[in-house]
């Protein structure tokens, strides 16, 4: 059996992960990583890539339906225009193939060993790895498990036929005429926004009171509005109990059931860290359930043994897993780092989108702060009026007394963008007078948020 014997060996070659690679490579620490699918896990291969090329061609679809016949969208007429999901979904795998293989090579680049296999753990310093060529123990001072999350399945409603999870709904060659989504959180709604658009008799079930529960209802009120638009129906409070040859069966609080008509059922109700296989008995670590528990600099019960991102539970977001995997290649290195971020930006990518930085004004007031609160509607924003799509806000939530930024929240098109903006005002200490005496281009719907920072001074321009 072949032995391999380095610094740092890295489990998972999600965003994590080839960060953590390619930083500890560039840091001149000896490096390999261990992937048993393709480099990018979830989010480059099945996630956050190939999803929002789903939304991006849904979204083009609808407009050009919009203009055709005798609609018009901005003055402009066409055709009746047509879908072809399968060619979509070729132009989609081409984009994953590219990134893909971008990433092997930065790898390459930075010197470090890739392995293609399972990796199961010996012991805190040993790894062995399941390769096609067959087993091969890596022996490493270091360790870092970031093997990621896999979506969540009902134990009524496993994957396979006409139930799909996310994975297979990115893989989909034909728009299902009817679709029902279990789940109403960010994946659901993406999705099934995407698809709507494209065309499917799209239902929502959520089992709570409303969708998207993670965030505030006035930030929700627009994409709930968008849904209805877009004949969209969504159920709350709804459990989906079972699929038979009718439909899908759900359920309210009372136990009263329906059947709702499906040609394919996709579930979205949640992830779950990939642990199980990893051997993670052979060391005992710390755990909260299914997930590792780690310290302020990623590290787990067992010295040298770090986790990062799904695997270290929520937010479960990829960006936080990359950040986290900088750190731990640096402090790997001898540097002094720690995790100790004030916020972490999530974007969902419905229509409109929506982005959360921050305290909400709810989180601030629990904390204790007494808060003073900005709001612009993109109502008032001439960019947004040109684009042709008004609808949400920018929000600013700030400390009453030395205007401290705390949170910001923002609902609308292409809001996403901002994100960036929004994350370094918080993570930079930024006060109301900061944003207010930026100056902001016109016309740009970043203008919002200058104007909020505006009319939580006191003092409003245009709205």
């Known amino acids: 059996m072949k032995e391999i014997n380095c610094k740092l060996l890295i489990i998972g070659a999600g965003p994590g992960g080839y960060v953590c690679a390619i930083r500890a490579g560039q840091l001149g620490i000896d490096t390999v990583i261990v992937e048993q699918a393709k480099s990018g896990g979830t989010c480059l291969n099945v996630g956050c890539i190939p999803s929002k090329a789903l939304i991006h061609a849904g979204e083009e679809f609808h407009k050009v339906r919009q203009m055709a016949g005798d609609k018009a969208l901005f003055g402009i007429r066409v055709q009746q225009p047509t879908l072809d999901l399968a060619e979509t979904m070729v132009w989609k795998s081409g984009i994953v193939s590219h990134l893909s293989n971008g990433i092997v090579g930065l790898l390459q680049k930075a010197k470090v060993k890739v392995l293609e296999g399972k990796a199961r753990f010996r012991d805190g310093k040993t790894v062995l790895v399941e390769t096609e060529t067959g087993s091969q123990i890596v022996r490493a001072e270091n360790i870092v498990i970031a093997t990621g999350s896999a979506p969540v399945e009902l134990p009524d409603l496993p994957f396979g036929g006409d139930v799909l999870s996310s994975a297979e709904a990115l893989s989909l ?49 627009p994409v709930a509005k968008r849904l209805s638009e ?16 009718k439909g899908l069966v759900i359920a309210d609080p009372d136990g009263n059931q329906q059947t709702l008509r499906a040609d394919k059922v996709l579930v979205t109700v949640g992830r779950r860290p990939r642990t199980d296989g990893l051997g993670l008995e052979e060391l005992g670590l710390d755990m909260a359930g299914r997930l590792i528990r780690i310290d302020e600099r990623c590290r787990t019960s067992m010295r040298g043994v770090f986790a990062i991102g799904d695997v270290t539970g929520e937010p479960m977001l990829a960006h ?93 098109s292409g809001v996403s963008e901002l994100s960036g903006a929004f994350a370094l005002a918080v993570e930079m200490g930024a006060r109301l007078e900061d944003i207010a005496g930026t100056i902001h281009t016109h016309p740009t719907r970043s203008e919002a948020f200058q104007e909020a920072a505006f009319k939580a001074l006191g003092h409003g321009l245009h709205g």
């Open 320 to 412: 936080r897993a990359s950040a986290q995997g900088e750190m731990v290649a640096e402090i790997v290195s001898g540097a002094k780092r720690v995790w100790d971020k004030r916020c972490i930006p999530a974007v969902c990518f419905t229509d409109p989108e929506v982005v959360s930085v921050g305290l909400s004004p709810a989180e601030a007031r629990a904390q204790g702060n007494e808060v003073t609160i900005g709001q612009f509607s993109f109502s008032a924003n001439g960019r947004a009026m040109t684009m042709g799509d008004e609808s949400g806000f920018v929000r600013i939530v700030a400390r009453a007394d030395n205007h401290l930024v705390l949170g910001i929240q923002a609902v609308g």
């Open 230 to 245: 877009l004949g969209v129906t969504v159920l709350t409070n709804m459990i989906a109990k079972s699929l038979d040859n």
């Open 173 to 221: 060659q034909e728009v299902p005429r009817r679709l029902v989504v279990v789940g109403g959180g960010y994946i659901g709604l993406e999705l099934g926004t995407a698809f709507a658009k494209m065309g499917s008799d799209v239902t929502i079930v959520e089992a709570t009171g409303q969708i998207l529960p993670q965030y505030d209802a006035d930030l929700v009120k």
